[in-house]
């Protein structure tokens, strides 16, 4: 056997214990049916799960936010926080994991979890290659959805995307193959069940939110196989919605489309792989403000989990800004919590503030240095907010 028959020959190994793991992870999903009734729990464990860099600092005055809104419901019992730490760089690396397991097993005890923004190590950091702690939780605890409003309404900008968040070039990412020094290969997965119920839940949402059409974008005329497969069982499940536009659209024009003043007012909800995903949404956030405004939702059946769509901004912790954090994205991730539930009272009076206190009235301003107000000082602000507008 030549050198060369040899590296394949590993190659192929690999690739068949990663296709049986897929083909389980497949079978998994289909078993999985039914959605929490949180209104049949006795109680509602949220999750308040820090992270690292700037995440604890905003994610503790979310959760002071949080605990303002529903302290009627903590105080009978029905809502509780659970505190959860160790998802810090520093500990992921002692226990070269993602996310070390007494954390996960803590996450698990959770119903609905708030995030704080995790580092994931690159090139030339002094940590471990460990995968990111975001892909790892929704691998594990199956947050197949990610869901990310953006709305700029003096731009006519009302959007909501649908991401699927376990496959795509994310589900295998760390299992890619270095053939030889010439040669290297990753993955991108798609599976019936994936395909179907991302493309659900983004009809759902699209007929219970009146929003009249979904796009679905994918690259399927270069990437036929697993794009392809995407695109066609959007548009299949798309025909169960009769009074529902579809339209379908290359990511690469969508892009473009979106900085289109005339086209962009057209697009209502999107449904999108993982990558394309990623990338749109950070382009979209930043005609509400850029990401630093944008708070995401990560669906399962069993588990939801809410963030922040920016990093952990260590710079800011290491030059001691840390406190003037600008925790709007976790807020408006809280937002989506509180809606998804059951508080949609509570959830729009948050929305509510936080549009008035950003964009209409901007009493105070989170600069990121003391040029603005602290992170807590802006929490106060929304909650005094809250409290006028309720009177």
């Not at 509602?44 to 529903?70: M, Q, W, Y």
């Not at 809280?334 to 809606?339: D, P, Q, R, W």
């Amino acid at each position: 056997m030549t050198d060369e028959e040899r590296v394949i020959d590993e190659a192929v190994e690999k690739f068949r214990e990663l296709m049986k793991s897929q083909l389980a992870r497949a079978k998994k999903i289909k078993e999985d049916k039914e959605f929490t009734d949180y209104d049949a729990l006795d109680t509602i464990v949220i999750g308040i799960c820090g992270g690292d860099g700037i995440g604890p600092v905003i994610t503790k005055e979310s959760e002071r936010v949080l605990a303002f809104l529903l302290k009627d419901e903590v105080a009978r019992g029905k809502v509780t926080f659970k505190e959860i730490d160790g998802l810090t760089i520093e500990n992921r690396a002692a226990c070269n994991k993602a996310i070390p397991d007494d954390v996960l097993e803590e996450l698990k005890k959770c119903h609905v979890i708030l995030k704080g923004p995790t580092t994931t190590p690159r090139a030339g950091d002094p940590w471990p290659n460990v995968e990111s702690a975001n892909v790892a939780m929704r691998k594990e605890l199956d947050l197949f959805a990610n869901m990310r409003p953006v709305k700029v309404p003096e731009e006519g900008i009302d959007w909501t995307f649908f991401r699927e968040n376990t496959e795509g070039g994310y589900a295998v990412g760390s299992h890619g193959v270095n053939i030889t020094d010439d040669l290297a290969v990753d993955f991108t997965v798609a599976t019936q069940e994936g395909c179907e119920r991302i493309a659900r839940l983004a009809y759902d949402y699209a007929k219970r939110n009146n929003k009249g059409k979904v796009s679905i974008i994918t690259k399927a005329n270069i990437i036929k196989t697993t794009d392809g497969k995407f695109l066609k069982t959007a548009q299949k499940i798309g025909e169960e919605y009769p009074d529902i536009v579809t339209d379908d659209w290359y990511v690469d024009i969508t892009t473009a489309k979106l900085i289109d003043p005339m086209r962009r007012k057209d697009f209502k909800v999107f449904v999108l792989p993982n990558l394309y995903g990623d990338i749109i949404t950070d382009e979209a956030a930043e005609f509400q403000g850029g990401v630093g405004t944008a708070g995401s939702a990560n669906i399962g059946k069993k588990y939801a989990m809410f963030e922040a769509i920016h990093g952990s901004a260590p710079r800011m912790i290491k030059e001691g800004r840390g406190q003037y954090a600008d925790p709007c994205s976790m807020l408006r991730a809280s937002v989506m919590l509180l809606s998804h539930i059951g508080y949609q009272k509570e959830a729009d009076a948050l929305e509510k503030a936080l549009d008035k206190c950003m964009f209409e009235e901007k009493k105070l301003t989170i600069t990121g240095r003391d040029t603005g107000c602290t992170c807590s000082e802006f929490g106060d602000y929304v909650m005094e907010t809250i409290t006028e507008m309720t009177k």
